[in-house]
């Protein structure tokens, strides 16, 4: 039982070059979620899916892309990278009480 | 939707003492509120939860408060030890059964002084 795994660990882009970051769980959960974590900001959600099929938009959406084609397996695609971006990426999946994260992905972005 | 806000931002204690986080929230509709605990470099874990039908709840040296009326709940560690220096984050929801967001608080980075 893996839990969330997340790839790459880290990655370095130039200024509008686009790349997707991998999450998958192999728990069964439903809710999965992306989350940015900025010094000083906490967690912020991105984007997030309470199911195969089903996505919605979090608290800064922005310059993001996801899709849930399956349970297991929540992408989140960068568009064409900016220096804002820059942050260390959360993956999540949620059932009942906890919410399990994945180990981060370091992405800056020059 | 949701805010939450946490203090400090900062949190200094002698190994031995209490420390005592504070958390608000605003949509009068959450009922669950849930800590991670962040060590450096590592990925936010669970620590302790608490839902919106009890005050308080522990475990060994943690402990979390909810007060409903004032919408503020708290942690607490008491004993402190070296191994609880890490970011803490509080967070909210409307549902514990795992598909409503959870919105997270800014963190308190909490130092322990040997």
Redesign the interface.
Known sequence: NAGVTQTPKFQVLKTGQSMTLQCAQDMN???M?W?RQDP??????IH?S?GAGITDQ??VPNGYNVSRSTTEDFPLRLLSAAPSQTSVY?CAS??????F????TRLTVL | GENVEQHPSTLSVQEGDSAVIKCTYSDSASNYFPWYKQELGKRPQLIIDIRSNVGEKKDQRIAVTLNKTAKHFSLHITETQPEDSAVYFCAASRSNFGNEKLTFGTGTRLTIIP
């Open positions: 959960h439903e809710y979620s989350y000083g900001m906490g967690l912020r959600l997030y309470v979090g608290e959360f949620r059932e009942e009480n906890e919410q994260f994945g180990p981060g």
